[in-house]
């Protein structure tokens, strides 16, 4: 498995265990709806090795520490198990030591399958994987979720009362908190991405609508194309409506010096509401989302008008499950963008392709990869759209995943 993909469960008994080169301590939690604990009794580790359809073995050391699951044992309202680990030595990170989740039905022991989180350093505690309740069926989740302050801060994360104070939880992979609708002044956003239309498409001769003020409330698309500032967030909804038809988000790139090219890959990077990755868009996936967003491919060179790259998102067929969007971009070839002229993004209405915002990058840092925008869908329906700027040391989408998460 890979961060943020899902299995669906084949047996009503599962076991997690977690194994790698050290003793590990593995915990469970019992979680409602809200993400939360009932008491301190839905947390089930060494020193309360038990619960309502949830029971914690330890390996001795010999063997690692699991936890069984029995869904059709677990209380009324509880809706997700998460399985944890940290390592059994005090202050010991993750660095190097990285360690494999193994899903098995508790029946037979057979292998469903296997997890290990990708890229770890200072985490002392992970949220490993998940087993979770969606549409009347149970499925297992891969996680990898890091925190810098051990098993402490993820218990008190999840509302278990810790015994010693514990520091708030540090997430140092994305938080399991759901993303919340921004409030005035917006949070910071995300980044949008694209590819090439057939014929570039010039901006509409009227002058743009100014965006809000730094710190002002969001605005809508009732008066026209939207400028955006960094940090400033549009609603996307349009005489009191939500724009959920198919719309556009273009990028566009000159080299900074004649007679050179650069190569950028836009990417689309789709998140649920717990900021779990759910697949990424780019130029080596080009659907994703059963198609409701594409990619127009690869533009090597970045010459030519209009935009380079082209992400079509249709916001109407969006699964429920996605809640949040970041639109990036990435110099693979290792090009830093202080080589990188007149970027923008743009996004356009894909039926009668007028401008609706445009976001221009005014400042470059010497990194390889920048986080546009981002669109996140509100309890309402609506989606929104924050302008970002945010550059990171990132060659690859893949290597965004993570930063992305951390922003929405």
Known sequence: MTPGSNIPLSTARVTVDVAAPVRLDVSGLLLTADGKVRSDDDFIFYNQPSGPGVAYRSGGGAAPDAITVDTTALPPGIEKIVVTASPDAAGQTFQGIEPTATIRNADDNSVLATFTPPQLGTETALVVVEIYLRNGAWKARAVGQGYANGLAGIATDFGVTVEEPAAPAQPV????????????????????????????????????????????????????????????????????????????????????????????????????????????????????????????????????????????????????????????????????????????????????????????????????????????????????????????????????????????
């Open 173 to 408: 992979t994305p938080p399991p908190a759901p993303m919340q609708p921004p409030v005035a002044p917006p949070a910071p956003a995300m980044n949008p991405h694209l590819t090439p239309p057939a014929a570039p498409a010039a901006p509409p001769a009227a002058p743009p609508a100014p965006a809000a003020a730094p710190g002002a409330g969001k605005i809508n698309l009732d008066k026209g194309r939207v400028s955006l500032q960094k940090n400033q967030t549009v609603s996307l909804v349009k005489g009191g409506r939500p724009l959920l038809s198919q719309v556009k988000m273009g990028l566009g790139w000159e080299p900074a010096y004649r007679g050179r090219d650069i190569d950028l890959d836009a990417s689309v990077i789709a998140y649920g509401p717990q900021r779990n990755h759910i697949d990424s868009c780019y130029f080596g996936k080009l659907q994703i989302v059963n198609g409701a967003i594409r990619h127009s491919g690869d533009n090597l060179t970045g010459e030519g008008g209009g935009d380079d790259e082209v992400i079509t998102v249709d916001l109407g067929r969006i699964p429920q499950e996605v809640t949040g969007l970041v639109f990036t971009v990435n110099s693979f070839s290792g090009q830093k963008f202080t080589e990188v002229a007149k970027a923008y993004c743009r996004l356009i209405d894909a039926g009668s392709g007028e401008e609706l915002v445009r976001f221009d990058l005014t400042n470059a840092e010497p990194q390889t990869g920048v986080m546009m925008a981002k669109l996140i869908r509100q309890y309402s329906g609506e989606w929104e759209m924050t302008a970002m700027g945010d550059f990171v040391k990132a060659r690859t989408v893949r290597n965004m995943v993570k930063p992305a998460a951390q922003a929405l």
